[in-house]
């Protein structure tokens, strides 16, 4: 069945709004819960609101930074250390 993007929105918007979660929703519409996941996803994507892969991906890219320069300060501080020692 087609569904107009005016009820896929709104079908959203309940979930929001009302903070259901995506499987009681489908169930009180009759929908299928992997249909529903799928336009809150396609909705999150439209109106650039971070879904939880993007925040994932976002938090290792900081992690990486963060293992980069903490293993620089780990190098000059063993120089440092290093040098003291002589």
Do not use: C
């Not at 439209?46 to 300060?73: A, G, Y």
Request: proline share 2%; hydrophobic share 30%.
């Amino acid at each position: 069945m087609k569904y107009s993007k005016e009820f896929k929105d709104s079908t959203v918007q309940l979930i929001f709004n009302n903070n259901e979660s995506v499987v009681t929703i489908a169930q009180d519409l009759g929908l299928n819960p992997k249909t529903l996941y799928h336009w809150v996803t396609k909705y999150k994507k439209d109106h650039n609101i971070p879904t939880r892969e993007s925040r994932f991906v976002e938090n290792k890219e900081s992690d990486l930074e963060e293992l980069k320069r903490l293993r620089r300060e780990n190098k000059i501080l063993k120089q440092e250390r290093d040098i003291l020692k002589r």
